[in-house]
């Protein structure tokens, strides 16, 4: 079945660093494919988003390109600050309803 | 614009009690739903509602879960009776509609469930 897969965290950076945070999704058709982002004690946020493959999605400094010859959706950033500490979500669009499958969280922390 | 309201943020019940919750999505919004998110997992869809009609249920565990959304707006979804595997943060989330990879979903803040 449709399934999203990311990397294990916890995820610990130094300010100003470069992050990367994997995921791969299965590939039944050309899903639209999602980054949420959850602060402490928040609710989840859309962060950024893709709906066709080759689509670079981006917000805050955050991008995403979606990759279907390797059907990954990678999270990137170039400057980490302490205020992205939070826990990210991958996630895939499945069958037309509008239902999200999402990936099992990675957390980043980052300190100054 | 105010965001998915939910209520209440945290409930402790013993196993085999009841137990409900409330969400007021965004107004305008059709599209509602209930994800389950056990502590180190994503949220897993649990029921989506198109207006007052629901769409898929499919992981829905139907022997104690039960949910409805009357007149189109808020929702509440009940457990009864509660088991230790239960224990799980409760989101709902709405969206103008549901067409495949048009409409955002806004998430409310949860609500923590613990079973003890």
């Known amino acids: 079945g449709d399934s999203v897969t990311q990397m294990e965290g916890p995820v610990t950076l130094s300010e100003e660093a470069f992050l990367t945070i994997n995921c791969t999704y299965t590939?039944?058709?050309?899903?639209?494919l999602f980054w949420y982002v959850q602060y402490p004690g928040e609710g989840l946020q859309l962060l950024l988003k893709?709906?066709?493959?080759?689509d670079k999605g981006s917000n805050k400094g955050f991008e995403a390109t979606y990759r279907k010859e390797t059907t990954s959706f990678h999270l990137e950033k170039g400057s980490v600050q302490v205020s992205d500490s939070a826990v990210y979500f991958c996630a895939r669009r499945s069958g037309n309803t509008g239902k999200l499958i999402f990936g099992q969280g990675t957390t980043l922390q980052v300190k100054p | 614009e105010a965001g998915v309201a939910q209520s209440p943020r945290y409930k402790i019940i013993e196993k085999r009690q009841s137990v409900a919750f409330w969400c007021n999505p965004i107004s305008g919004h059709a599209t509602l739903y209930w994800y389950q998110q056990i502590l180190g997992q994503g949220p897993k869809l649990l029921i989506q509602?198109?207006?007052?009609?629901?769409?898929?249920d499919s992981q829905l565990p139907k022997d104690r879960f039960s949910a409805e959304r009357l007149k189109g707006v808020d929702s509440t979804l009940k457990i009864q009776p509660a088991k230790l595997e239960d224990s799980a943060v409760y989101l709902c989330?709405?969206?103008?509609?549901?067409?495949?990879?048009?409409?955002?979903?806004?998430f409310g803040p949860g609500t923590r469930l613990t079973v003890t």
């Open positions: 893709a709906t066709k493959a080759d």
């Open positions: 590939a039944t058709g050309y899903p639209s």
């Open positions: 989330a709405s969206s103008l509609g549901s067409a495949s990879g048009v409409y955002e979903q806004y």
């Open positions: 509602f198109q207006n007052n009609g629901v769409v898929d």
